[in-house]
């Protein structure tokens, strides 16, 4: 469905300095609006979900599975032991769903997942969906904060891209199963899930 159209839009680059500041400006004004839903977005309702269907059409692939779950479960304590504020955040915010507009604007757009919860989800979502690295994913914090971010709000946003990373690979798993195929793209957000875990445990050493 297509409720507005942007003639000479394009879609925000992640590799552009400047497409990332206008992004992550408008995300960051969104955030602050003061918007609110009726509903959440539970990452571990999602992660949940797609387990169980993972699970009853042909089981999750992956050797080391029960342990990455394991650690999945504690950072999912963990967030929820912080009781961070919730806000409307948009989840898909990828750099696709940024329209550049000919005049200087940028628009967001496709709002499916949308809910309210922990705003720095939004960010690990971006990054995850942007194969970045950590120099990009520090980057991107910074364009967000217009400083560089605290170590606790890196270490959730880090927390965050390993439970992104972790939801995607088994929404893949599950659409593999149903005749999809999405190449290293699983392979790549299992990895999100396994390699930012690691980097949340040695942050928790130091805070």
Same mark, same amino acid.
Request: net charge negative; proline share 3%.
């Given at each position: 469905?297509? &409720?507005?159209?942007?003639?000479?839009?394009?879609?925000?680059?992640?590799?552009?300095?400047?497409? !990332?500041?206008?992004?992550?400006?408008?995300?960051?004004?969104?955030?602050?609006?003061?918007? &609110?839903? $009726?509903?959440?977005?539970?990452?571990?309702?999602?992660?949940?979900?797609?387990?169980?269907?993972?699970?009853?059409?042909? $089981? !999750?692939?992956?050797?080391?599975?029960?342990?990455?779950?394991?650690?999945?479960?504690?950072?999912?304590?963990?967030?929820?032991?912080?009781?961070?504020?919730?806000?409307?955040?948009?989840?898909?915010?990828?750099?696709?769903?940024?329209?550049?507009?000919?005049?200087?604007?940028?628009?967001?757009?496709?709002?499916?997942?949308?809910?309210?919860?922990?705003?720095?989800?939004?960010?690990?979502?971006?990054?995850?969906?942007?194969?970045?690295? !950590?120099?990009?994913?520090?980057?991107?914090?910074?364009?967000?904060?217009?400083?560089?971010?605290?170590?606790?709000?890196?270490?959730?946003?880090?927390?965050?891209? @390993?439970?992104?990373?972790?939801?995607?690979?088994?929404?893949?798993?599950?659409?593999?199963?149903?005749?999809?195929?999405?190449?290293?793209?699983?392979?790549?957000?299992?990895?999100? @899930?396994?390699?930012?875990?690691?980097?949340?445990?040695?942050?928790?050493?130091?805070?």
């Amino acid at each position: 469905k297509i &409720a507005k159209y942007y003639d000479g839009a394009r879609n925000g680059d992640p590799r552009s300095p400047e497409d !990332i500041s206008k992004c992550m400006g408008l995300l960051r004004r969104f955030h602050q609006s003061g918007l &609110a839903v $009726g509903h959440d977005f539970n990452i571990r309702e999602r992660i949940t979900f797609y387990e169980n269907l993972c699970l009853n059409h042909g $089981g !999750i692939p992956f050797e080391d599975y029960r342990e990455i779950r394991g650690r999945m479960w504690e950072l999912m304590d963990w967030l929820d032991g912080l009781g961070r504020p919730k806000v409307l955040a948009h989840i898909d915010s990828n750099f696709d769903n940024f329209l550049m507009l000919p005049d200087g604007r940028a628009k967001l757009i496709d709002w499916e997942y949308a809910g309210m919860c922990d705003p720095l989800m939004d960010l690990a979502m971006c990054s995850i969906y942007s194969y970045y690295n !950590i120099e990009e994913t520090e980057t991107l914090m910074e364009a967000y904060f217009g400083r560089e971010p605290e170590e606790m709000e890196r270490t959730v946003v880090f927390a965050s891209m @390993a439970l992104g990373g972790f939801l995607w690979s088994l929404w893949a798993v599950y659409k593999s199963s149903q005749g999809d195929e999405f190449g290293e793209y699983t392979l790549i957000m299992y990895r999100y @899930a396994k390699d930012c875990s690691r980097i949340v445990q040695k942050n928790l050493q130091k805070l």
